[in-house]
């Protein structure tokens, strides 16, 4: 697409031809710095911020530190201000610039970029809202690791949300992404269960469902050992021999693990999660696990207690921290400590980011300390995104809180209440699917919509309820802009863009508060890049979808006479559902057409 607008001169870090606003605050920009010299155009766009209450964009003129009262500064903007194709209006208010942009140029130039890069992106793919910031670095995204035999449980739900949130951000902002699932599939529960499988397993259920068996014989082995303390005796000298390579121990753990990820596979199919590998605990290799200790020892930080290893991190208040067992077997410190480093060899990584819960701020810490201590350059690449707790999440019963069942219950809270509009139920194809769809859509959203440090209080009325800021509500929203075509057959297609006549749109307030939110969603995704927060995407999914809400009844289409006034409205309800389709799938949300 070629914008009809006037050309500007370019500021570093913008990009017009992907985010048109930008072009908007350069415009903005050079008005000032052409107003207020020595100020520079670069140092002037740094100024423009989006404005409050109606207001397009401010600028605060103190920040710029110019000698003057900001009264005087204010005055040589606006005394020679003649509106132009990109700024309508100039206020000034006490220490701010206020201005509003040219109404016909912005809806035009918003609705074009949204439809080029929509349907003739040079990728084939849809790119509006996507930039090339990272284009030629590497991140490996760890995220989700589930233990093996363990419930799937509502820490593991958080990280695997918001792992995927990241690994799509970090693709949009053309990343080259690495997915890891780090299942913990070692340690001395497999002694446990191996112990416990020789009473309660059964291979007929572990077929069946590999992940419930396992966590079942698990459970009733724990209770064996509450009254026999040789139980726990027996689990850890299998596991040692299990550590020792002992084959005979090995083969059965290999079928566990085998038939517990091909379940995963599943469960995370449904979620809409993919990894690019599933690693785990016993994978990593015993050749790092014994340099970190030799170095660390060198380093003087090695204390031994008792005949186990601990490492001394009192220095840097994180404490003492083992590394090994009085029995010498590992611990996941060490396993941590030894997979980072095989993962930058094999990987040679720019960043990889830990999505794992708060509660582990120490560990994190600490695992990250001893790598920088043990010299490596790239100990300062690696991050921890943290997030809070889940508080009540249970089912509606209050039982166990394996996810496949989380999801079976919303699926069919949903169902039941589809199955109340007839009508509606009877037009859709697969109510199964849409009722789970709406059901996930529903948990995520819940989990997504606020700081991700947060804890959170599950709620299933308020999560799966139609009404306010809910998953449900999203969908939709994006059900009915997608219903616009099928209602409006007389409409279609619509001609070329640039035969489009948007100039109604102009004087809708509807229309611009849509185009204006619409041409911020390229710095959406780019704020989310910096604070790692979904939380910013959610809350432009329902502004977006409040703002056309409030359209319906002004902005009709269905019954508009005029049928140029009728086209750039369904126009623009069309590039909505396509940016409130692509904020929904950087969210990890499979947008509806139908429910």
Same mark, same amino acid.
Not at 213 to 242: C, I, T, W
Not at 278 to 303: F, N, R
């Given at each position: 697409?070629?914008?009809?607008?006037?050309?500007?001169?370019?500021?570093?870090g913008t990009d017009a031809s992907s985010c048109i606003l930008d072009a908007f605050r350069i415009a903005i920009a050079k008005r000032v710095s052409d107003a207020l010299p020595p100020l520079t155009l670069d140092q002037a766009y740094v100024g423009v911020d989006y404005g409050k209450k109606g207001v397009d964009f401010t600028v605060a =003129?103190?920040?710029?530190?110019?000698?003057?009262?900001?009264?005087?500064?204010?005055?040589?903007?606006?005394?020679?201000? /003649?509106?132009?194709?990109?700024? @309508?209006?100039?206020?000034?208010?006490?220490?701010?610039?206020?201005?509003?942009?040219?109404?016909?140029?912005? $809806?035009?130039?918003?609705?074009?970029?949204?439809?080029? !890069?929509?349907?003739?992106?040079?990728?084939?793919?849809?790119?509006?809202?996507?930039?090339?910031?990272?284009?030629?670095?590497?991140?490996?995204?760890?995220?989700?690791?589930?233990?093996?035999?363990?419930?799937?449980?509502?820490?593991?739900?958080?990280?695997?949300?918001?792992?995927?949130?990241?690994?799509?951000?970090?693709?949009?902002?053309?990343?080259?992404?690495?997915?890891?699932?780090?299942?913990? &599939?070692?340690?001395?529960?497999?002694?446990?269960?191996?112990?416990?499988?020789?009473?309660?397993?059964?291979?007929?259920?572990?077929?069946?469902?590999?992940?419930?068996? =396992?966590?079942?014989?698990?459970?009733?082995?724990?209770?064996?050992?509450?009254? &026999?303390?040789?139980?726990?005796?027996?689990?850890?000298?299998?596991?040692?021999?299990?550590?020792?390579?002992?084959?005979?121990?090995?083969?059965?753990?290999?079928?566990?693990?085998?038939?517990?990820?091909?379940?995963?596979?599943?469960? *995370?199919?449904?979620?809409?999660?993919?990894?690019?590998?599933?690693?785990?605990?016993?994978?990593?290799?015993?050749?790092?696990?014994?340099?970190? !200790?030799? /170095?660390?020892?060198?380093?003087?930080?090695?204390?031994?207690?008792?005949?186990?290893?601990?490492?001394?991190?009192?220095?840097?208040?994180?404490?003492?921290?083992?590394?090994?067992?009085?029995?010498?077997?590992? $611990?996941? !410190?060490?396993?941590? $400590?030894?997979?980072?480093?095989?993962?930058?060899?094999?990987? /040679?990584?720019?960043?990889?980011?830990?999505?794992?819960?708060?509660?582990?701020?120490l560990h994190l810490a600490q695992f990250f300390k001893i790598l920088h201590l043990m010299g490596f350059p790239w100990a300062n690449r690696l991050e921890h995104v943290n997030y809070g707790l889940v508080l009540g999440m249970s089912t509606r019963k209050g039982t166990a809180v394996f996810l496949d069942q989380i999801i079976k219950e919303?699926?069919?809270?949903?169902?039941?209440?589809?199955?109340?509009?007839?009508?509606?139920?009877?037009?859709?194809?697969?109510?199964?699917?849409?009722?789970?769809?709406?059901?996930?859509?529903?948990?995520?959203?819940?989990?997504?919509?606020?700081?991700?440090?947060?804890?959170?209080?599950?709620?299933?009325?308020?999560?799966?309820?139609?009404?306010?800021?809910?998953?449900?509500?999203?969908?939709?929203?994006?059900?009915?802009?997608?219903?616009?075509?099928?209602?409006?057959?007389e409409l279609l297609p619509l001609p070329p863009p640039s035969q489009v006549d948007t100039s109604s749109l102009a004087d809708s307030s509807h229309a611009r508060d849509i185009a204006i939110l619409l041409g911020s969603y390229p710095d959406v995704v780019k704020t989310a890049m910096k604070t790692h927060e979904p939380s910013g995407v959610?809350?432009?999914?329902?502004?977006?979808?409040?703002?056309?809400?409030?359209?319906?009844?002004?902005?009709?289409?269905?019954?508009?006479?005029? =049928?140029?006034? @009728?086209?750039?409205?369904?126009?623009? *309800?069309?590039?909505?559902?396509?940016?409130?389709?692509?904020?929904?799938?950087?969210?990890?949300?499979?947008? !509806?057409?139908?429910?």
């Open positions: 697409m070629v914008s009809s607008l006037p050309s500007l001169p370019h500021v570093s =003129l103190p920040r710029f530190r110019l000698p003057g009262k900001p009264d005087e500064l204010a005055a040589k903007v606006v005394s020679n201000f /003649q509106p132009d194709d990109f700024v @309508a209006s100039i206020t000034h208010d006490k220490q701010f610039l206020h201005f509003q942009l040219n109404n016909a140029s912005l $809806i035009r130039e918003v609705l074009h970029q949204i439809h080029t !890069l929509t349907y003739e992106s040079p990728t084939g793919k849809p790119s509006y809202g996507t930039n090339t910031s990272g284009a030629g670095k590497k991140v490996v995204i760890e995220f989700s690791s589930p233990n093996i035999a363990k419930s799937f449980h509502v820490g593991h739900l958080r990280s695997t949300i918001i792992g995927t949130f990241l690994v799509n951000l970090y693709k949009a902002c053309g990343w080259d992404v690495v997915s890891l699932n780090y299942l913990g &599939d070692w340690g001395t529960q497999f002694g446990m269960i191996a112990v416990g499988f020789e009473k309660y397993g059964s291979q007929e259920e572990l077929q069946k469902d590999a992940i419930k068996h =396992l966590y079942d014989v698990y459970v009733k082995v724990s209770r064996d050992a509450e009254s &026999d303390p040789n139980v726990k005796v027996e689990a850890a000298q299998f596991f040692k021999r299990m550590e020792d390579g002992d084959e005979s121990a090995l083969v059965n753990w290999r079928v566990w693990r085998e038939l517990s990820v091909k379940k995963y596979v599943e469960e *995370y199919d449904r979620l809409n999660v993919s990894f690019d590998r599933y690693t785990g605990e016993s994978e990593v290799g015993k050749e790092w696990q014994e340099k970190a !200790l030799e /170095q660390l020892d060198q380093l003087g930080l090695i204390t031994d207690v008792n005949g186990a290893k601990l490492v001394d991190l009192e220095k840097w208040k994180m404490g003492k921290a083992v590394l090994r067992k009085a029995d010498g077997t590992s $611990i996941y !410190l060490t396993r941590d $400590i030894a997979g980072a480093i095989e993962r930058y060899e094999r990987y /040679q990584f720019d960043k990889m980011i830990y999505v794992v819960a708060s509660q582990q701020d919303a699926s069919s809270v949903m169902h039941e209440q589809m199955k109340r509009n007839e009508a509606k139920y009877n037009a859709i194809e697969d109510p199964e699917m849409v009722s789970q769809e709406v059901g996930i859509t529903g948990i995520k959203i819940q989990d997504m919509a606020a700081k991700r440090i947060n804890n959170y209080t599950f709620n299933w009325d308020r999560m799966l309820s139609f009404e306010g800021d809910t998953g449900p509500y999203l969908q939709y929203a994006h059900v009915r802009l997608t219903s616009m075509e099928r209602k409006n057959p959610v809350t432009f999914a329902f502004r977006l979808s409040h703002a056309i809400s409030s359209a319906w009844e002004t902005l009709v289409v269905k019954g508009e006479q005029d =049928l140029d006034k @009728a086209r750039a409205r369904l126009w623009l *309800y069309l590039c909505a559902r396509d940016v409130l389709g692509a904020a929904m799938r950087l969210l990890s949300i499979r947008p !509806l057409e139908r429910m």
